[in-house]
């Protein structure tokens, strides 16, 4: 290896950790702003319920596509919301394909039967996917204000009425809740993703609303002000995360949203590693291409301050800290051995080993946000400590596959919007493999996911002839999640 090379790697290795070490403080302010929020006795004007004129007409919005598996708990769950019937109207955007078509209208015309005002809207096609779903619905939506609802969420029968009261204030564009999980514990797969969700719900969402940096609406469980997303310039489906884009455009243009941490709306996390590798690559996906949409209309705007644009920036920069851990990852076996030919590195090593910090602070906030919704005490510290090493091995393993969704939005790949497979699952007992929207095809990436999980077998063992132990435990991590990815692809199929 020459020292033009050793360089070059050492710089890139450089600059991926500075980037998650920065990652990281945001992540620690946010946790500083979250405990800090917690204390303070929060007073907002609502809406008097008890007052009819005070009523806002709402409309609900339920995008679908092939949803065979969760419609009927769908609409049964929706046709118990509480809400006077006068001002209340429910969209079904259905944009199936299959079967389930019938089955949804025949369900929509009793809920009608019952004096429910509620829609089956039909397309033509799938123009805009859900983005354009939501936007034909829009136009001729009834409601002030817009509620929307995938199609495996379960809101309570009291959701608009916690929900729709903050609207009183004219300058709230979105009130979002916080997502629950009703298939938690049916497996390591739902556990870890319910464990990323949460931090994502409580330290994020709260940590940033807090200070009044920016937020994004979460695609679901969530209410818009209709004449904000008509000022913010409507749904447009140039992303994969259509979502978080007119959660930016509007919060550009001075509306603010509000975050329930305290109204759950409980749903259903994907139980096969097919459906969570679909899920995760249209959030990593559509992240980037949102970064490379968004970010210097946020770094340009006169109207916001410094740190909610650095908040901003390091927002949209979410999904692209995959990218550097998988450079901070490969890279890593590269420097051992560029530690030992060229004993004048040395001092960099001793710099870089201070990026350890990252992983400890990630540890500390990850806590908060888990005692907040698990409880603190000794057992669940024990059990907090498991599942964090757990979650941040699978997540590893993920780095690859995650990666390759960041780089096809930063370059300008476009792909269709992939739903996530729903299953109605909640116990061990029930059974996924007669799933019919399931993919059978194996993913193109496992090959990789192999060769990379012994490639970190290969980092283990390199460091015994190089007496270097001081990457051993990142290096186990990313074989047991590489591992993680690629065994579960192969056996978790239809």
């Given at each position: 290896?020459?020292?033009?090379?050793?360089?070059?790697?050492?710089?890139?290795?450089?600059?991926?950790?500075?980037?998650?070490?920065?990652?990281?403080?945001?992540?620690?302010?946010l946790?500083?702003?979250?405990?800090?929020?917690?204390?303070?006795?929060?007073?907002?004007?609502?809406f008097?319920?008890?007052?009819?004129?005070?009523?806002?007409?709402?409309?609900?919005?339920?995008?679908?596509?092939?949803?065979?598996?969760?419609?009927?708990?769908?609409?049964?769950?929706?046709?118990?919301?509480?809400?006077?019937?006068?001002?209340?109207e429910?969209?079904?955007?259905?944009?199936?394909?299959?079967?389930?078509?019938?089955?949804?209208?025949?369900?929509?015309?009793?809920?009608?039967?019952?004096?429910?005002?509620?829609?089956?809207?039909?397309?033509?096609?799938r123009?805009?996917?859900?983005?354009?779903?939501?936007?034909?619905?829009?136009?001729?939506?009834?409601?002030?204000?817009?509620?929307?609802?995938?199609?495996?969420?379960?809101?309570?029968?009291?959701?608009?009425?916690?929900?729709?009261?903050?609207?009183?204030?004219?300058?709230?564009?979105?009130?979002?809740t916080?997502?629950?999980?009703?298939?938690?514990?049916?497996?390591?797969?739902?556990?870890?993703?319910?464990?990323?969700?949460?931090?994502?719900?409580?330290?994020?969402?709260?940590?940033?609303?807090?200070?009044?940096?920016?937020?994004?609406?979460?695609?679901?469980?969530?209410?818009?002000?209709?004449?904000?997303?008509?000022?913010?310039?409507?749904?447009?489906?140039?992303?994969?995360?259509?979502?978080?884009?007119?959660?930016?455009r509007?919060?550009?243009?001075?509306?603010?949203?509000?975050?329930?941490?305290?109204?759950?709306t409980?749903?259903?996390?994907?139980?096969?590693?097919?459906?969570?590798?679909?899920?995760?690559?249209?959030?990593?996906?559509?992240?980037?291409?949102?970064?490379?949409?968004?970010?210097?209309?946020?770094?340009?705007?006169?109207?916001?301050?410094?740190?909610?644009?650095?908040?901003?920036?390091?927002?949209?920069?979410?999904?692209?800290?995959?990218?550097?851990?998988?450079?901070?990852?490969?890279?890593?076996?590269?420097?051992?051995?560029?530690?030992?030919?060229?004993?004048?590195?040395?001092?960099?090593?001793?710099v870089?080993?201070?990026?350890?910090?990252?992983?400890?602070?990630?540890?500390?906030?990850?806590?908060?946000?888990?005692?907040?919704?698990?409880?603190?005490?000794?057992?669940?510290?024990?059990d907090?400590?498991?599942?964090?090493?757990?979650?941040f091995?699978?997540?590893?393993?993920?780095?690859?596959?995650?990666?390759?969704?960041?780089?096809?939005?930063?370059?300008?790949?476009?792909?269709?919007?992939?739903?996530?497979?729903?299953?109605?699952?909640?116990?061990?007992?029930?059974?996924?493999?007669?799933?019919?929207?399931?993919?059978?095809?194996?993913?193109?990436?496992?090959?990789?996911?192999?060769?990379?999980?012994?490639?970190?077998?290969?980092?283990?063992?390199?460091?015994?002839?190089?007496?270097?132990?001081?990457?051993?435990?990142?290096?186990?991590?990313?074989?047991?999640?590489?591992?993680?990815?690629?065994?579960?692809?192969?056996?978790?199929?239809?």
């Amino acid at each position: 290896m020459g020292l033009t090379l050793a360089y070059f790697i050492i710089a890139i290795y450089s600059i991926a950790l500075l980037l998650i070490f920065f990652y990281s403080l945001a992540q620690l302010n946010l946790l500083v702003n979250y405990l800090g929020y917690k204390k303070r006795n929060q007073v907002a004007p609502k809406f008097n319920l008890l007052d009819p004129k005070e009523i806002p007409f709402v409309t609900i919005q339920l995008p679908i596509y092939n949803e065979e598996y969760v419609m009927e708990r769908l609409l049964e769950n929706i046709s118990k919301i509480e809400y006077p019937h006068s001002k209340l109207e429910i969209q079904v955007l259905d944009d199936s394909t299959d079967d389930s078509v019938k089955e949804t209208a025949e369900r929509i015309k009793i809920l009608q039967q019952s004096g429910l005002d509620i829609q089956h809207i039909r397309r033509e096609n799938r123009q805009g996917f859900k983005a354009g779903a939501l936007k034909e619905g829009l136009n001729i939506a009834k409601g002030d204000f817009i509620a929307i609802f995938d199609a495996d969420f379960l809101p309570s029968s009291d959701w608009l009425k916690k929900t729709v009261v903050y609207f009183k204030d004219k300058e709230i564009g979105v009130v979002q809740t916080r997502w629950g999980h009703i298939n938690r514990d049916y497996s390591t797969l739902t556990r870890i993703q319910a464990f990323a969700l949460d931090a994502h719900f409580t330290l994020e969402q709260v940590g940033r609303n807090a200070k009044g940096h920016f937020i994004n609406f979460n695609g679901t469980a969530g209410i818009w002000r209709k004449d904000c997303i008509l000022d913010a310039g409507n749904w447009e489906g140039d992303t994969l995360t259509e979502d978080l884009d007119l959660s930016y455009r509007a919060q550009l243009k001075n509306w603010k949203f509000k975050y329930l941490e305290d109204v759950e709306t409980p749903a259903e996390l994907p139980v096969v590693i097919s459906a969570a590798r679909s899920q995760q690559f249209r959030w990593n996906k559509g992240g980037a291409e949102n970064f490379k949409k968004t970010v210097w209309n946020v770094i340009t705007a006169k109207n916001i301050p410094f740190k909610t644009k650095f908040h901003g920036v390091m927002h949209l920069l979410n999904s692209s800290m995959f990218l550097c851990v998988f450079i901070v990852a490969l890279l890593s076996i590269p420097t051992m051995y560029i530690k030992a030919l060229f004993p004048q590195f040395d001092w960099v090593f001793v710099v870089l080993s201070f990026f350890v910090s990252s992983t400890v602070i990630l540890f500390v906030c990850y806590w908060f946000t888990y005692k907040n919704i698990q409880g603190s005490g000794f057992d669940n510290f024990v059990d907090y400590i498991k599942l964090f090493f757990t979650f941040f091995s699978v997540a590893l393993g993920f780095s690859l596959h995650n990666s390759i969704a960041v780089l096809e939005g930063h370059m300008g790949k476009r792909s269709e919007f992939v739903r996530t497979p729903k299953f109605n699952l909640k116990n061990l007992t029930d059974t996924w493999k007669d799933n019919k929207y399931l993919t059978k095809k194996l993913s193109p990436n496992m090959i990789l996911e192999f060769a990379l999980m012994v490639y970190f077998l290969f980092g283990m063992y390199s460091a015994i002839p190089l007496n270097n132990f001081g990457l051993f435990p990142f290096h186990f991590m990313l074989f047991l999640g590489f591992g993680f990815v690629f065994t579960k692809s192969l056996t978790a199929r239809a």
